[in-house]
């Protein structure tokens, strides 16, 4: 098998990975967030490094180490996640945006503790900004972008969608009501879409082997952009 893990496929290129949920802060001790353990894109950091990428790590909110020889920048918000992620995105070869964004977050953000009041509370939200539909507009020419797709339906469908909408080279898409694909766990079943139209199916396995597939298959799509 050609898949070595220990074979430095992308020795002098640079990986960006963003990884974990957002919180989005609606006074200072409340906040709206995702599911997200952050160790599929801490797999996919920690097999880059290992095949000699330079490897940078924009991580939210998560507990978990940082893998050997990665550069790991924390950050809470959608917003701080963009921020950094723009910051790097140029000059990065491949970006890997395992990262669950919140979509909205709360439209005024208090300075003091909110106190309970009525029986209801309602709090209004706005959009975030869509980091990987940026990312995507503003993709060089030898750059392989990456995202994924969570779905609970409709997998195949919405997961093009947004290959086609964001511009990417792949979307892994991975259908969260599977056993054994959930946030959380060490395992996950996804299904890689590519840009030519290829689809590959990696059942259940263990984050690092998904990681290693997803990076041998970045690789062959960064060598087809620069012949
Ligand atoms: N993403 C992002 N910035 C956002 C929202 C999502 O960069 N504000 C990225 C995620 O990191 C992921 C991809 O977009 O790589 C798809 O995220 P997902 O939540 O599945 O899709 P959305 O486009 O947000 O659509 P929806 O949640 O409505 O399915
Ligand atoms: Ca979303």
Same mark, same amino acid.
């Given at each position: 098998?050609?898949? %070595?893990?220990?074979?430095?496929? %992308?020795?002098? !290129?640079?990986?960006?990975?963003?990884?974990?949920?957002?919180?989005?802060?609606?006074?200072?001790?409340?906040? $709206?967030?995702?599911?997200?353990?952050? !160790?599929?894109?801490?797999?996919?950091?920690?097999?880059?490094?290992?095949?000699?990428?330079?490897?940078? %790590?924009?991580?939210?909110?998560?507990?978990?180490?940082?893998?050997?020889?990665?550069?790991?920048?924390?950050?809470? /918000? =959608?917003?701080?996640?963009?921020?950094?992620?723009?910051?790097?995105?140029?000059? /990065? @070869?491949?970006?890997?945006?395992?990262?669950?964004?919140? @979509?909205?977050?709360?439209?005024?953000?208090?300075?003091?503790? %909110?106190?309970?009041?009525?029986?209801?509370? +309602?709090?209004?939200?706005?959009?975030?900004?869509?980091?990987?539909?940026?990312?995507?507009?503003?993709?060089?020419?030898?750059?392989?972008?990456?995202?994924?797709?969570?779905?609970?339906?409709?997998?195949?469908? $919405?997961?093009?969608?947004?290959?086609?909408?964001?511009?990417?080279?792949?979307?892994?898409?991975?259908?969260?009501?599977?056993?054994?694909?959930?946030?959380?766990?060490? /395992?996950?079943?996804?299904?890689?879409?590519?840009?030519?139209? +290829?689809?590959?199916?990696?059942?259940?396995? /263990?984050?690092? @082997?998904? =990681?290693?597939?997803?990076?041998?298959?970045?690789?062959?799509?960064?060598?087809? !952009?620069?012949?």
């Amino acid at each position: 098998q050609f898949f %070595l893990e220990d074979d430095r496929f %992308l020795e002098g !290129k640079k990986v960006l990975v963003t990884a974990g949920p957002t919180r989005e802060a609606v006074d200072p001790v409340r906040y $709206f967030t995702n599911h997200s353990s952050g !160790k599929m894109g801490f797999a996919i950091a920690e097999q880059a490094a290992s095949m000699g990428a330079e490897v940078t %790590l924009i991580a939210g909110p998560v507990n978990l180490e940082t893998p050997p020889d990665v550069e790991r920048i924390d950050v809470s /918000s =959608a917003h701080e996640m963009y921020e950094a992620v723009i910051k790097r995105s140029a000059e /990065s @070869d491949i970006i890997v945006k395992a990262a669950a964004v919140a @979509d909205y977050r709360p439209k005024t953000v208090y300075g003091q503790k %909110l106190k309970k009041q009525n029986e209801e509370w +309602s709090v209004e939200m706005e959009r975030t900004i869509d980091i990987l539909k940026t990312l995507g507009k503003r993709k060089p020419s030898g750059q392989v972008l990456i995202g994924f797709a969570a779905e609970s339906e409709r997998v195949e469908e $919405f997961a093009l969608g947004k290959l086609e909408k964001k511009n990417l080279d792949m979307v892994c898409a991975n259908n969260i009501t599977q056993e054994g694909a959930g946030f959380s766990v060490d /395992s996950n079943i996804l299904t890689l879409y590519k840009k030519d139209g +290829s689809k590959i199916e990696l059942p259940l396995q /263990s984050k690092k @082997d998904v =990681a290693i597939k997803i990076l041998h298959d970045a690789v062959k799509m960064l060598k087809e !952009k620069t012949v």
